[in-house]
């Protein structure tokens, strides 16, 4: 009885939450997930939790409250910390009362004590709200419409330990899928009640915080990071039959916008090399650029341009890289030493 | 329709069938490692010891599956042994005001509220009802119970009434269901509905919250006079000062921000920007007790929310601010 006035109860919410942005003007364009505040965890932190003594879950919240970390683990896509339950850690998490959740909490996380430890509580089975009693799918014979899914409750718990405030939905509810972190879970069967991995928009604003956790990784589709592309030729001027070796290097933008994102090497996309004869408005592009395997983020290739042309690198990110694409710098390369009608200076290679 | 019935004399004779094992016991706080005795009845406790020092703490009893079967309240007072009582899940505990505490309980077929003298050590049921009880909180001149309920068939707001505590025990509606008024309807849903007085006892807080927010409703006890306050924004109700209404931020996790709204123009200041707990300053209503900072660094301010003026609190460990 009590689940259906909760899962409908979720989608009225949602959408109040919108009116009474709007009414603020304080909507936001759909973007990372803002910031909880405090201070962070360090890169690929572990970082250890047990139950709090007195106020251990039952055994299937255990199990639900791991999965939701290992479900952290494995959708973070940045270097945000890393959790796992060890017997003696100084992170709590906590059963029943008492705890910290306001009023109209289900559950709730305390990252105050970032980077050495945290504090979780999670309400019981039954307890008493103004619309009924509270029910998790996982407690026995409670799959039912209406129960909270405790797995991606801890799951959003742990967003909020990283550093994940709640997501600003969209009016019509159409970025979901984008985010673990609502303001107020749906409760089964609405559509996108167990979320099991991080959303873009999570993974975003992760990122942000802790940097990707490689050089070639994506960058979550929810951004939209500028990027900077140069170019060098060494050396800039040959002579016919000589080479030129073309380095080009990709980075995210500097800038406090990008936050742990900023200047970073991009390596594993694709960089192409293109030319131009001086005057020209038309590029022709020459060839794919390799990746260094030594150096993040640079593309490197060697040619024997037979003529003098203008070149230049160029970056166009791929559909669901939050990335955007740019082009370098645009560089000449002067080829000297033949002169007259047997030079091929109008001979494309 | 849904039906009420209330009783100051029936109820206390149901309280007598609460009565267990009543042993003696010393009377000095070293008596608290003893078990508890049970909380016997008073018929009227209003005529009983008002001795200040009164104090309850409330816990859950969660069986071996995980399912929260009721809280185990216990009641204590200097002068005396404490007392426990068993509570069903849905229950709910206010003061101690003038050293009765508040206590309000359904099972599931019917709610009653009782006030519980903490020096005498005994308690009388003031009102049973057919519908549920969500929260009750006693008047500072203990003239009246303000209790909030619900429908029991579809747990619908049925607003605020005002209990009088006097032999005619009068109920009347002082607060409407929540869903009138337009900015909780906007709001949406309301998980938790809070009560609270001011440090005088002169208005009285209602506050509907859902995960989106707060909105409270402050009714001039005297007039009835209405004002509204918050919305998305507004967390759990701390206290009420003057004229500035104290809340949490709708935050959902710690730190959180500690705000004051004017009750006249609605405008927020923010007292704390990441506070982990919070609560009326006991010794002096005019001001908040606000801890600050982690285990190993945590601090309390007492601030005062009419200027927002803070100063470190050398009376109040942090450990005893509760959020």
């Known amino acids: 009885m009590n689940g259906h006035r909760i899962w409908r109860a979720s989608g009225i919410l949602a959408g109040a939450l919108a009116i009474s942005l709007t009414a603020h003007g304080a909507i936001l364009a759909h973007g990372p997930d803002p910031l909880l505040g405090g201070t962070l965890w360090g890169q690929d932190q572990s970082v250890a939790y047990t139950w709090r003594t007195g106020q251990v879950p039952p055994t299937w919240m255990q199990a639900a409250i791991d999965a939701g970390a290992s479900d952290s683990n494995a959708s973070r896509a940045a270097r945000a910390a890393v959790l796992m339950r060890v017997a003696g850690a100084t992170s709590l998490i906590a059963y029943g009362e008492p705890s910290s959740c306001g009023a109209a909490g289900i559950a709730c996380a305390d990252r105050s004590g970032a980077p050495k430890s945290f504090r979780m509580w999670v309400r019981a089975q039954g307890y008493m709200f103004d619309w009924g009693a509270l029910r998790w799918c996982q407690a026995p014979g409670s799959n039912t419409n209406g129960c909270y899914d405790a797995e991606s409750v801890a799951l959003h718990e742990f967003g909020h330990v990283q550093v994940l405030g709640h997501h600003e939905d969209l009016a019509d509810e159409s970025d979901w899928a984008d985010t673990v972190m609502h303001t107020v879970a749906r409760a089964k069967p609405k559509a996108g009640y167990a979320p099991r991995a991080y959303g873009r928009c999570d993974t975003a604003r992760l990122q942000l915080e802790y940097d990707r956790r490689t050089t070639d990784a994506l960058f979550s589709s929810c951004l939209s990071i500028p990027t900077t592309l140069t170019l060098s030729a060494s050396p800039s001027a040959i002579g016919v039959g000589e080479s030129v070796s073309f380095t080009a290097s990709l980075r995210t933008a500097a800038g406090t916008a990008q936050r742990a994102l900023s200047n970073d090497p991009i390596s594993g996309r694709l960089v192409v090399l293109q030319r131009r004869t001086s005057g020209s408005m038309a590029w022709v592009t020459v060839l794919t650029m390799t990746p260094s395997p030594s150096s993040d983020g640079t593309y490197g290739t060697t040619w024997s341009p037979t003529a003098t042309y203008e070149w230049q690198a160029v970056f166009a990110a791929p559909a669901g890289d939050g990335i955007t694409g740019s082009s370098s710098s645009v560089i000449t390369v002067t080829v000297s030493g033949c002169s007259g009608l047997g030079c091929p200076q109008s001979v494309d290679r | ?323």
């Open chain 2, 1 to 323: 329709m849904w039906r009420r019935t209330w009783n100051l004399r029936l109820g206390a004779l149901g309280a007598v069938l609460l009565v267990v094992a009543l042993a003696p016991l010393a009377t000095t706080r070293a008596t608290r490692v003893a078990p508890p005795e049970a909380l016997g009845a008073c018929p009227d406790v209003a005529s009983r010891s008002r001795a200040p020092g009164g104090w309850w703490s409330n816990r859950p009893v969660i069986d071996a599956d995980g399912t929260l079967r009721g809280w185990r309240l216990r009641l204590g007072h200097p002068d005396r042994s404490d007392r426990e009582l068993m509570l069903p899940p849905e229950a709910a505990v206010s003061g101690p005001t003038a050293g009765l505490v508040v206590v309000a309980d359904d099972d599931g077929r019917r709610s009653r509220i009782r006030l519980v003298s903490t020096a005498a050590g005994c308690a009388e049921a003031v009102l049973e009802d057919a519908e549920v009880v969500r929260r009750a909180v006693l008047a500072a001149d203990e003239d009246a119970v303000y209790l909030h309920l619900v429908r029991r068939t579809d747990r619908a707001d049925l607003g605020v009434w005002r209990l009088a505590t006097d032999a005619a025990a009068r109920l009347l509606r002082v607060l409407g269901p929540a869903t009138d008024e337009p900015r909780i309807a906007t709001l949406g849903p309301i998980w938790s509905t809070a009560l609270g007085l001011d440090g005088e006892g002169r208005r009285l807080v209602a506050q509907s919250c859902n995960p989106l927010g707060c909105v409270a409703r402050i009714v001039d006890l005297r007039t009835l006079r209405t004002t509204v306050v918050g919305g998305a924004g507004q967390g759990d109700l701390i206290a009420l000062v003057g004229a500035r209404l104290v809340t949490w931020a709708s935050c959902h996790g710690l730190p959180c921000a500690v705000q004051a709204f004017d009750i006249t123009t609605g405008r927020r200041e923010i007292l704390e920007v990441a506070a982990v707990s919070a609560a009326p300053f006991p010794g002096d209503s005019r001001f908040v007790a606000i801890s600050i900072g982690h285990d190993d660094d945590r601090r309390t301010l007492l601030v005062d929310p009419q200027t927002g003026a803070a100063r470190p609190d050398g009376t109040t460990p942090a450990s005893e601010v509760q959020r």
